[in-house]
């Protein structure tokens, strides 16, 4: 596990989990701390390998101590027993150990199955507005959808206002079991990217595809995408997590 974020320059992780590569950048922008947290997982039993990006709510120590609590949970029960459980994990974890109501977090979950299981899943779960993407070397797609009032005012055919797209409706600390964003992926050669907002809203989707279909590597694009974001005139935490997912003969090779 790994939980990694930083004030200026990034520390790149790049842990090798059965073949898998994930690589993390963050930056702290104009925000007087950083408060994104990264996690990652193998459980010793299943096999799976759980990935975890995480952004704290406010600009202040609670808030990273939020994202920081959420991450590590998340990504210790996502890999035992799958992306779900590791929101819930993370919702316990936090009114345990951090009970001030104003420590909280958002955070995307991306679940990995084992090695030897090359047709099996690719599971996310999310709360709030950070974001998962699959690059299959020809299509980006976005796993999951925004939980913010924007999106719930375009799901109804209303106007929305930019303010809207900074309002999340789910949060680690407030969201219901049912509630929890759910998706299921197959589990494909290509690029997985996990970011917060702070990296996809500045850049927009062209931006980041053309990013991940560089042929560099993984630390190399989560960088590449952090910085663009902050040029972009990004002001808010930026992180990013590539993992770079390996051939599996017999799998499944779709986006």
């Given at each position: 596990?790994?939980?990694?974020?930083t004030a200026?320059?990034?520390?790149?992780?790049?842990?090798?989990l059965?073949?898998?590569?994930?690589a993390s950048?963050s930056r702290r922008a104009?925000?007087?701390?950083?408060?994104?947290?990264?996690?990652?997982e193998?459980d010793?039993?299943?096999?799976?390998?759980?990935y975890?990006v995480?952004?704290?709510?406010?600009?202040?120590l609670?808030?990273?101590?939020?994202?920081?609590?959420?991450?590590?949970?998340a990504?210790?029960?996502?890999?035992?027993?799958?992306?779900?459980?590791?929101?819930?994990?993370a919702?316990?974890e936090?009114?345990?150990?951090?009970?001030?109501?104003s420590?909280?977090?958002v955070?995307?979950?991306?679940?990995?199955?084992a090695?030897?299981?090359?047709?099996?899943p690719?599971?996310?779960?999310?709360?709030?507005d950070c974001r998962a993407?699959?690059?299959?070397?020809?299509?980006?797609?976005?796993i999951t959808?925004d939980?913010t009032?924007a999106?719930l005012?375009?799901t109804?055919g209303l106007?929305?206002?930019p303010?809207m797209d900074?309002?999340?409706?789910?949060?680690?600390?407030t969201?219901?079991?049912?509630a929890?964003?759910?998706?299921?992926t197959?589990?494909?050669?290509g690029r997985?990217l996990?970011?917060?907002?702070?990296?996809?809203?500045?850049?927009g989707?062209a931006?980041?595809?053309?990013?991940?279909?560089?042929g560099?590597?993984?630390?190399?694009?989560?960088?590449?995408?952090?910085?663009?974001?902050l040029?972009a005139?990004?002001r808010d935490?930026a992180?990013?997590?590539v993992?770079?997912?390996?051939?599996?003969?017999?799998?499944t090779?779709?986006g």
């Amino acid at each position: 596990m790994f939980t990694g974020t930083t004030a200026s320059m990034p520390r790149i992780q790049t842990p090798r989990l059965g073949g898998t590569t994930g690589a993390s950048a963050s930056r702290r922008a104009s925000r007087s701390i950083n408060a994104d947290a990264v996690a990652i997982e193998t459980d010793a039993v299943t096999g799976a390998t759980a990935y975890v990006v995480a952004d704290g709510v406010g600009d202040h120590l609670l808030g990273a101590r939020a994202a920081r609590t959420v991450a590590a949970a998340a990504a210790r029960s996502a890999a035992a027993d799958g992306a779900r459980a590791g929101i819930l994990a993370a919702q316990e974890e936090l009114l345990r150990e951090v009970p001030e109501p104003s420590a909280d977090s958002v955070l995307v979950v991306a679940v990995l199955p084992a090695a030897d299981q090359p047709d099996g899943p690719c599971e996310v779960a999310w709360v709030g507005d950070c974001r998962a993407y699959r690059w299959n070397g020809r299509v980006l797609h976005q796993i999951t959808t925004d939980h913010t009032v924007a999106e719930l005012y375009r799901t109804r055919g209303l106007a929305s206002t930019p303010r809207m797209d900074h309002l999340v409706t789910t949060s680690a600390r407030t969201v219901r079991p049912d509630a929890i964003g759910y998706a299921a992926t197959g589990s494909s050669t290509g690029r997985l990217l996990l970011s917060t907002d702070g990296v996809h809203k500045p850049l927009g989707i062209a931006a980041v595809k053309a990013i991940l279909a560089q042929g560099d590597a993984a630390p190399t694009i989560a960088n590449t995408l952090v910085d663009a974001a902050l040029l972009a005139g990004g002001r808010d935490n930026a992180t990013a997590l590539v993992v770079d997912l390996p051939f599996r003969p017999g799998g499944t090779h779709g986006g």
